[in-house]
C-alpha cells in the first residue's frame, strides 16, 4: 500500500520561499502511472490543487500559482518537493501531498498524507 508524508516548517515568513518534501513508500515514483500531487487548504475554504510531477518528470502548475511554483523529485530518496516562492499570509493552508490518477486530478486522490499546516507570518 503507499503511503505519503508530508515534511518541512510549519512557519515561514512572508516573502521567504515555502518548501515542503512528501516521502513516498510502498510504490515508486518514477514507475507509476498516477502523477504526484500538492494540494492544500486554507482555512475556511475549499480544496486548491497546486500541480504534480508525473513519472516522467514532468510538471504541471494550476496557472494562478504557475510563476510561483516548482514540484521536484529525488529519486534516489523516492520523494518530491513543492516550493512556493514570495509567500503571503494568504498560503497559510494545511498542504497535502498525494497519488492520482492522472484522469482524476483536480478532483479526487488515490491516497492521501495526513497533511501539514503552514502559517504564513512575521
Known amino acids: 500500500q503507499v503511503q505519503l508524508q508530508e515534511s518541512g516548517p510549519g512557519l515561514v515568513k512572508p516573502s521567504q520561499t515555502l518548501s515542503l518534501t512528501c516521502t513516498v513508500s510502498?510504490?515508486?515514483?518514477?514507475?507509476?502511472?498516477?502523477?504526484w500531487s500538492w494540494i492544500r487548504q486554507p482555512p475556511g475554504k475549499g480544496l486548491e490543487w497546486i500541480g504534480y510531477?508525473?513519472?516522467?518528470?514532468?510538471?504541471y502548475y494550476t496557472p494562478s500559482l504557475k510563476r510561483r511554483t516548482s514540484i521536484s523529485r529525488d529519486t534516489s530518496k523516492n520523494q518530491f518537493t513543492l516550493q512556493l516562492r514570495s509567500v503571503t499570509p494568504e498560503d497559510t493552508a494545511i498542504y497535502y501531498c498525494a497519488r492520482v490518477s492522472p484522469l482524476q486530478y483536480g478532483s479526487k486522490w488515490t491516497s492521501r498524507g495526513q497533511g501539514t499546516q503552514v502559517t504564513v507570518s512575521s
Open positions: 510531477i508525473a513519472a516522467s518528470g514532468s510538471t
Open positions: 510502498g510504490g515508486s515514483i518514477t514507475t507509476s502511472y498516477d502523477v
